[in-house]
């Protein structure tokens, strides 16, 4: 008997082996969830403004659902809509990046953002130290690999580490800003 084979016996005399074709298709518990969140998922996943249309067939609903999805979604201030026709939506990376800082600021303290902070900020030193420059764009691949004897790969995942950090600091920084200065007294209208 094989490995694979399923024993006679395997099954009592009134069970019987699953039928595979009544179950679902792992592509449709791919796309499952709500409208609302398959509709977020493609928002989310915007690079370039794009039609309603082609949201709509991302998001597996049809167009007026997601027109009326993507009008909520531009009053919260997740999507601008573009001008023109077809209508276009684009992500408001402003948005998602107030988010994040927001997020940040409400699951860790000030120190813990400040030292985060420097933490980052030594790591894009030490890149800066590394490749002699001031931003990842001033190195050139093929100098970094001749110069440092690194792999193309290896120089690759340390311009884009450090651009990466770059735009952590951003944030972390944006989100170390929100917080009144230790010892300081807030405004009346803050308290």
């Known amino acids: 008997m ?47 403004p794009t039609k309603v249309s082609t949201v709509a067939e991302r998001a597996s609903c049809d167009t007026e659902t997601a027109r009326e999805y993507l009008q909520w979604f531009e009053e919260m201030g997740m999507v601008t809509q573009q001008s023109g026709r077809p209508v276009r939506y684009a992500r408001n990376n402003g948005y998602f990046q107030w988010r994040r800082v927001d997020r940040i600021r409400r699951d860790h303290s000030e120190q813990e953002i400040v030292s985060a902070l420097a933490d980052v900020l030594e790591q ?3 890149y800066r130290t590394q490749f002699d420059a001031a931003h990842p764009d001033d190195v050139s691949l093929i100098d970094a690999t001749r110069d440092q ?11 884009s580490e450090w651009e990466t950090l770059k735009r952590h600091a951003a944030v972390l920084d944006a989100a170390r800003q ?5 010892g300081s007294n807030p405004d009346p209208a803050d308290a």
């Open 149 to 159: 004897t690194l792999t193309t790969e290896a120089a690759w995942e340390a311009l």
């Open 124 to 126: 894009i030193e030490a």
């Open 2 to 48: 094989d490995l694979t084979d399923i024993p006679d016996d395997a099954y009592g005399n009134e069970d019987s082996p699953p039928d595979f074709d009544e179950l679902e298709s792992p592509a449709s518990l791919l796309k499952g969830g709500t409208i609302r969140e398959r509709l977020l998922d493609v928002v989310v996943g915007l690079r370039e």
């Open 178 to 182: 929100e917080y009144p200065l230790s």
